[in-house]
């Protein structure tokens, strides 16, 4: 699929079908976590990969969005292995982390699979109910799998801002 086809075309899906997920289809998605930038290639990600009926189950019990996906994704970063910016407010974690879930979201729409990034939770209960590491910070879920028959992206999808909206040039 071309680029401008995946980007255009991916929307949230939030109805999915019981198919399971082909066990090569989700491994490209998680290569192209793995091949994402990072900020000093510190690669700080640990992708969590929900599949089990325990494992989906423990993310239900912390955000009701999963929609029916038959797998969820928890990125997460490493929060000692950052890049502090200069002045020392901010590090590269989160941004790091989105990043990598961007990319695979877009790998998931290049699959044929569809996806919903998820923030509709609390990080740290979603920490403690999975078991992660103390260092470890989550950002998002990502429901992966495949559309239900009938489901199709909100009616607000295709809206977007005009450019002289969201850019300016210096």
Excluded at 135 to 148: K, P, R, S, T
Aim: hydrophobic letters at 40%; one cysteine or more; aromatic letters at 8%.
């Amino acid at each position: 699929m071309e680029f401008k086809d995946v980007i255009q075309n991916r929307y949230s899906c939030k109805k999915y079908s019981d198919i399971p997920v082909e066990p090569e289809k989700l491994t490209a998605v998680l290569e192209a976590g793995r091949l994402a930038p990072t900020a000093k290639n510190l690669q700080e990600q640990h992708i969590y990969v929900l599949q089990t009926p325990e494992a989906l189950a423990k993310a239900d019990a912390v955000t009701p969005c999963r929609y029916g996906a038959p797998v969820m994704l928890c990125v997460a970063f490493d929060s000692t292995n950052v890049f502090t910016y200069p002045g020392g407010k901010r590090d590269s974690g989160a941004e790091d982390a989105a990043i990598i879930a961007t990319h695979m979201i877009l790998a998931a729409a290049d699959e044929g699979l569809d996806s919903c990034w998820i923030n509709f939770f609390d990080p740290d209960k979603a920490k403690e109910i999975l078991g992660l590491p103390e260092n470890e910070e989550v950002l998002m879920f990502m429901d992966l799998g495949y559309a239900a028959e009938g489901t199709g992206p909100l009616a607000n999808h295709a809206s977007r801002k005009p450019l002289s909206e969201t850019v300016s040039y210096l």
